[in-house]
């Protein structure tokens, strides 16, 4: 599985509780703020979601997307 780190930077108070936090370093610091510089090592802990008291990190898991014809047979079959 791989998922989607996105930070707001506007919200990022530049504490680096999330870099201290997360095991798979996917963070690091620049220009005073937290950016998610290895997202694609992200494992979906949301260790940093939770320490992150401003509310700049936002993680999701990324699906894959199905065409309407995929969706439909897959309907079918099920």
Do not use: H, Q, W, Y
Not at 15 to 35: D, H, L, P, Q, Y
Not at 49 to 74: F, Y
């Amino acid at each position: 599985m791989s998922f989607v780190v996105e930070l707001d930077l506007a919200k990022c108070v530049g504490c680096e509780e999330c870099i201290e936090i997360c095991t798979a370093e996917v963070f690091e610091m620049r220009n005073g703020k937290s950016a998610a510089v290895r997202a694609k090592d992200c494992v979906g802990c949301l260790s940093c979601v939770e320490i992150c008291d401003p509310g700049a990190i936002k993680v999701e898991e990324k699906g894959i997307k199905l065409s309407d014809t995929c969706a439909a047979l897959l309907r079918d079959i099920l």
